[in-house]
Each structure stands twice: as structure tokens, then as C-alpha cells.
């Protein structure tokens, strides 16, 4: 299909597996050929003229190498580092920062929670200690000073302190908090609050690789219509949080959200968990403060955390002036 498209001399140059709209699974290929004419005098010495054609390679040269190194930094897996490293390659782009930026917006989904009143409730789950509880916490603070009527229920009766936390959080906000230590208690709590904005459903932390505690949980995530959103730790290491999205997006999860970023230095977890679980970026928890709240995770965001050197203003200058000249 390729062929019949560029031609004879295209090549495929990177593939990504991914979700479609209707929850079966779809492949992205990527295919490039070279620029016509490029080569077109390989025999000859090149002119003054010509001089540019080297500049070219020498400035993609630089741009592959850091990007390559930036990603080796975080402990990006090698799969997903070529995957990234093919896209800013056969984008063109100049400029380091920009070519991670184009790449990360062709490999990855982006969809931020809502802010707005929603009818299905959202679950959040995942690993223990994840954050799961403070970024409910998050979400229904969020909400309430967006002025929705939001209702918190939990069902972590397993965690000694758990609920007390996620009460002390509720209380302070004057937001309604129930307690459902089953699923037809849970099913019962979301009958009573159907008429609430927004509805936050706190989880025990799940061993993904306990077969036991995952068919618990999808006893709990079946009991009634709600969206699974899987919270998971920055500071993972990268293969590990692949495979747990993977587990969790078996259950049912599309949407992640990363915590711990403002005390993990190597994001490949990040990648590595969307990539792997086909999942969409929504908001990043930065802070253990609540007040802090949570912050739409977006392709140039996750490009500034993983490339940190001021690449801010480069970004919304260029931008800008794409802007002007279009």
C-alpha cells in the first residue's frame, strides 16, 4: 500500500500499534522516500552551489543525535526510542526541541479530564501507592472551585488510613464522601449521586500482577458504567510501567495520568506506559499538595519535561511566528 502510494523507492520507517475509536486496535505506519533530486549527482563533486545539501544532513545529524540522547537519558525502551527517533527523522525539523515536539504529537494521544459537569462517574486506579487518592483529591477540588456539585465515593477498605485521608480532603472542601466496601455498595452509591456534576470513585491499590486482585477490581469497574482513568507513579522504571498499562488497559483504562513528576528525573515511564497500554495522556499530577491541583498534560508540556533547558519560549516563538506567516 505503501508503494502504490510514494512510489517504488518508499520505505517504511516506523509502525505504532494503537487503539481506535471503537476499542479495537489499528497500525500507524510512517513511510518516508528521499527528496527528489537529492542524489541526483552522487558521482559528481558537488558544487558551491550545492554546498546546502551537506548543511542539511549535518544539521539533521545534530537534531537526531539529541533527541537520541535525550530519550537515553530518561531510559526510554529501545522500541519506543526508535519509534520517536524515526518520526523526528522523517519529519525534517531543524531544531531539536521542535522535532520532539512533532514526534510526540504523531505518536501520542492527548485528552485532558473534564472540567466541566460530566454524567459517567470516573474510577481511579491503579498500583499501590500510585497516588490514586490525591489525585481524586485533585479532581473533585478541581471541580468544586469550578463551581459543580461533586461527590467522592471510596472503596479502599483495604489501606489502613485510606478513607480517613480521603475524608480529612473531602471535609475541608464540604464535599460529599461515601463508602462502598462492595460492588453492589458501589452500584448503590452511584445511584444516589446520579444527579451530581461529577462523580470520583477512589480504588484500592491493585497488584497487576496478582491474578487475584485484578479480577477484583474488574468486579468493581464492571458493577456500573463509569470511565477508568489508570494513575501511575513518573518515577517507575520504564519497562515495569509498560507492562502494568498494559494490564490495566486490559480492564478497561484509556486515560493515564503520571504523578510524582516534580520528584522523577527519568520520564521513560511516561512513554513507555501510553505506548505500550494505547493509552491517552489526560492531566499530570506535579505536587503532593492538593491545592496544586491537577495540570493538562499536553504534547508540548510532556516536551518541556523532557527537555528542560528553556525550550519554553523556543517553542512559543516559533510557534508564533509560523503564525504571522501563515
Known amino acids: 500500500m505503501v508503494r502504490e502510494e510514494l512510489g517504488e523507492d518508499a520505505i517504511i520507517v516506523a509502525t505504532h500499534e494503537e487503539k481506535n475509536a471503537v476499542g479495537g486496535r489499528q497500525v500507524q505506519i510512517t513511510a518516508a522516500i528521499e527528496r527528489e533530486g537529492y542524489y541526483a549527482q552522487r558521482d559528481e563533486e558537488p558544487e558551491a552551489s550545492e554546498n546546502w545539501l551537506y548543511e542539511d544532513d549535518d544539521n539533521e545529524a545534530m537534531v537526531i543525535e539529541e533527541v537520541t540522547e535525550t530519550l537515553l537519558r530518561h531510559a526510554v525502551p529501545e522500541e519506543i526510542l526508535e519509534q520517536v527517533v524515526s518520526h523526528a527523522a522523517v519529519l525534517g525539523i531543524d531544531e531539536p526541541r521542535l522535532a ?28 499501590p501507592g500510585a497516588g490514586k487518592t490525591l489525585a481524586v483529591a485533585k479532581m473533585a477540588a478541581r471541580g468544586a472551585m469550578n463551581g459543580l456539585n461533586v461527590a467522592v ?20 472542601m464540604d464535599i460529599e464522601l461515601k463508602i462502598a466496601k462492595s460492588s453492589t455498595a458501589l452500584k448503590e452509591s452511584i445511584l444516589e449521586t446520579k444527579n451530581f456534576d461529577q462523580v470520583i470513585i477512589d480504588t484500592a491499590g491493585t497488584n497487576p500482577f496478582d491474578t487475584g486482585s485484578i479480577k477484583a477490581l474488574a468486579k468493581f469497574i464492571s458493577a456500573v458504567d463509569m470511565e477508568s482513568i489508570l494513575v501511575l507513579p513518573a518515577n517507575m522504571h520504564a519497562d515495569e510501567a509498560g507492562e502494568t498499562a498494559q494490564i490495566f488497559a486490559s480492564l478497561g483504562a484509556q486515560r493515564f495520568i503520571p504523578t510524582r513528576i516534580d520528584v522523577s528525573r ?33 504534547s508540548k508540556r510532556l516536551t518541556q519535561l523532557l527537555m528542560p533547558r528553556a525550550e519554553g519560549a523556543k517553542i512559543q516563538r516559533t ?6 506567516t501563515g
Open 100 to 127: 520532539m515536539l512533532a514526534a510526540i504529537e504523531s505518536l501520542f494521544k492527548f485528552n485532558h479530564l473534564p472540567t466541566t459537569a460530566s454524567k459517567t462517574p470516573f474510577v481511579m486506579i491503579g498500583p
Open 153 to 172: 465515593i471510596s472503596t479502599d477498605s483495604q489501606r489502613a488510613g485510606g478513607v480517613e485521608q480521603l475524608n480529612a480532603f473531602t471535609t475541608l
Open 266 to 298: 527519568r520520564l521513560g515511564s511516561l512513554l513507555a506506559a501510553a505506548y505500550k497500554g494505547g493509552l491517552t495522556f489526560a492531566d499530570v499530577s506535579g505536587t503532593a499538595r492538593v491545592a496544586d491541583g491537577l495540570s493538562q498534560l499536553t
Open 319 to 324: 510557534q508564533n511566528q509560523s503564525q504571522k
